[in-house]
């Protein structure tokens, strides 16, 4: 019963350029999360998205950062442009679904961003 | 604001002692507290959950929590740590289904 995969476990971009990190959800979980750890913030969350909708984005930097969770696939966060300030590890978690009962979260390895 | 405090950056203890990792929290209503650990260049695993119910929640690798509403706590404990056990600790509350983590706990257990 594999986890939560992401994809990939680290990433080096240089400024400018886009950075593209990949994560499929726990088999059956329709639920994706993802937050950001910076060295000096911790866990921060950025997004939540259900298959092919942005359910509540309000952690997310208005602006070169999106996501999408499409119908077939794994759910993307791209960051364009990228600056030394988005280098930070990127989790990615998942829950069967939410509700009055809440979930936990499965979290997946990572993605370290490093922009040089 | 609705959060959760870990008082301690780090906590060192020997092995086979027993290892508590405090929480405190300031949130409204009825909260939903949970125990994550984090192992170098690894994801959060989660361990436990506090919802509704018995105060003492038992967790997963011998971990348990106490829910103190008189307190607001939520620690993290277990009877006798491991060498293994050495990991980052963070305690987190619910809101809707967004987490929100205190700062963490660096745990080191020494033989």
């Known amino acids: 019963n594999a986890g939560v995969m992401q994809n990939p476990r680290h990433l080096v971009r240089r400024r400018g350029q886009e950075a593209r990190l990949r994560c499929s959800p726990m088999?059956?979980?329709?639920?994706v999360y993802w937050y950001r750890q910076l060295p000096e913030e911790g866990l921060k969350f950025m997004v939540y998205l259900q298959k092919e909708n942005i359910i509540d984005e309000s952690g997310m930097p208005k602006e070169r950062f999106s996501a999408e969770f499409p119908k077939e696939g794994p759910s993307i966060l791209r960051i364009q442009q990228v600056v030394r300030g988005d280098s930070a590890a990127y989790f990615c978690?998942?829950?069967?679904?939410?509700?009055?009962?809440?979930?936990?979260?499965?979290f997946g390895p990572g993605t370290r961003l490093t922009v040089t | 604001a609705q959060s959760v405090a870990q008082p301690e950056d780090q906590v060192n203890v020997a092995e086979g002692n027993p290892l508590t990792v405090k929480c405190t929290y300031s949130v409204s209503g009825n909260p939903y507290l949970f125990w994550y650990v984090q192992y170098p260049n690894r994801g959060l695993q989660f361990l436990l959950k506090?919802?509704?119910?018995?105060?003492l929640v038992k967790g997963s690798y011998g971990f348990e929590a106490e829910f103190n509403k008189s307190q607001t706590s939520f620690h993290l404990k277990k009877p006798s740590a491991l060498v293994s056990d050495s990991a980052l600790y963070f305690c987190a509350f619910m809101n809707d289904y967004k987490l929100s983590f205190g700062a963490g706990t660096t745990v080191t257990v020494r033989a």
């Open positions: 978690a998942s829950s069967p679904r939410t509700g009055t009962t809440p979930y936990e979260q499965y």
């Open positions: 088999k059956g979980h329709s639920h």
């Open positions: 506090y919802i509704t119910g018995d105060n």
